[in-house]
């Protein structure tokens, strides 16, 4: 096989969470367990960073990553879901596996891991964690897939956990109340380990304490330490920040709710750096390190798709913002965009809460309902149709490639086009790749 018969392999022979939803949902870690013991337990080579959330997961994940590696650290990078190309989920200082690993991989491995039918995530899972041994890392930044407690990334001893933040998300897995998800979430806390809680609220505070209580794990709440002072939006792209111990620190990613992002990174960047294993810290981490990690957080690690400018005349800006957690912060920063008539390209998938955002989206936009190409996508009729109930109008496109050119084709130079709604509907958008 080459290189795109192997990827189609994998999606088609085993369930993909991205592609169909809850059936590729695998509850429990045998196959994980498996795989792993088949492998050599290849992820206890090197140390681990690991970073549950239901938001901000792939903002501070990437911007770790990109941070260690100005320190001089070799970086292991592994993320969910991708958007153009499945080697963006594995990377090394930045570069994505090579294709021919993936497909030496499928062709040694099949004969063991067929019998297991394990999951397509559980797949890939092993061969990050194998193939980060190989690359001889020294630390790996691991962003959980789903929940914590149960999601196969669950096998590692990291030297830091990190739990974002709390919100409605994969309600059907990881139950109906935020502290319900927040104890799914708590399982990335390991005995020891300390653990940082980037955002908590009344119902998920008293979670992750009784949980790092019960774990002997040292606690560390950025919302105490708040080492960011104030945020704005950079001139030059991105965002300026006021920090207590770094003083001005520039960020390339943009969007306003990067400022809980990077009060997290800074609260966990700390930790690693006080923390002291055998008389040393856990990480040696400069202030430079940290400024330049930030901002070329992209250029490091390839990351895309957050609050990410893709023209300036008509602006252009896609996110991949895609639940009400995450839309209470997008939609503020959309309202606040200064321009002469705001176009919107966005469709959703079927298991979110599609009536919780549509509350957050701006009435006075321009529609442009459309769906993504993977089976999980919302019809664009449907999204119209719940767009019409609170107001919302527009007209429908059977792909986003078809309403992002009716849009551009419409706007001014001044006006502003945002795609998004889901992380399908931006990865759609940049495989156009002609911005």
């Known amino acids: 096989m080459n290189y795109q018969e192997t990827v189609n392999y994998l999606f088609n022979s085993y369930p993909v969470f991205e592609h169909v939803g809850g059936s590729a949902y695998k509850e429990g870690l045998y196959n994980t367990h498996r795989l792993d013991e088949h492998f050599g337990h290849p992820h206890r080579a090197y140390k681990t960073i690991h970073i549950a959330g239901t938001n901000g997961k792939g903002s501070c994940s990437h911007t770790l990553a990109s941070i260690l590696q100005q320190a001089g650290y070799r970086v292991g990078l592994y993320t969910s879901p991708h958007l153009v190309d499945f080697r963006e989920r594995i990377r090394v200082n930045g570069s994505p596996i090579s294709e021919q690993r993936v497909i030496d991989f ?39 897939g789903l929940g914590g407690r149960l999601d196969c990334t669950n096998i590692i001893t990291p030297i830091l956990s990190v739990i974002t933040n709390i919100s409605f998300d994969h309600t059907q897995f990881l139950g109906d109340t935020l502290a319900k998800i927040a104890g799914e979430k708590a399982g990335v806390i390991k005995e020891g380990v300390p653990v940082v809680i980037g955002e908590t609220t009344d119902e998920t505070l008293p979670v992750f304490t009784g949980k790092a209580m019960e774990m002997h794990a040292p606690l560390h709440l950025a919302e105490q330490s708040r080492p960011v002072i104030s945020s704005r939006e950079s001139a030059i792209g991105g965002r300026d920040y006021e920090t207590r111990l770094l003083g001005s620190l520039h960020g390339e990613l943009g969007g306003s709710y990067q400022e809980k992002n990077t009060n997290t990174v800074l609260t966990a960047l700390d930790v690693l750096r006080s923390t002291k294993s055998s008389g040393t810290p856990l990480l040696h981490i400069a202030p430079d390190d940290i400024r330049k990690g ?59 809460d599609i009536e919780g955002v549509m509350r957050l989206l701006p009435s006075n936009a321009i529609y442009y309902w459309t769906q993504a190409s993977t089976k999980r996508a919302q019809s664009a009729t449907k999204v119209a149709e719940l767009g019409r109930k609170h107001q919302l109008q527009g007209q429908v496109f059977d792909s986003v490639e078809d309403a992002y050119r009716a849009a551009l084709t419409e706007s001014e130079p001044d006006d502003f086009i945002f795609v998004g709604g889901s992380s399908y509907i931006v990865a759609d958008l940049l495989t156009l790749n002609d911005f």
């Open 294 to 352: 930030f901002a070329e957080v992209c250029e490091s690690t390839g990351l895309m798709g957050r609050w990410q400018m893709l023209r300036q005349s008509p602006a252009v800006i896609c996110d991949t913002g895609h639940n009400v957690g995450g839309w209470e912060y997008l939609s503020r920063q959309i309202k606040a965009r200064n321009c002469r008539r705001l176009r919107m390209v966005f469709g959703m998938v079927d298991d979110k």
């Open 106 to 144: 499928v062709e040694q491995e099949q004969t063991f891991f067929e019998p297991l039918h394990p999951s397509f995530f559980e797949l890939t899972t092993a061969l990050a964690f194998l193939y980060f041994k190989e690359q001889k890392v020294d630390v790996a930044v691991i962003e959980v």
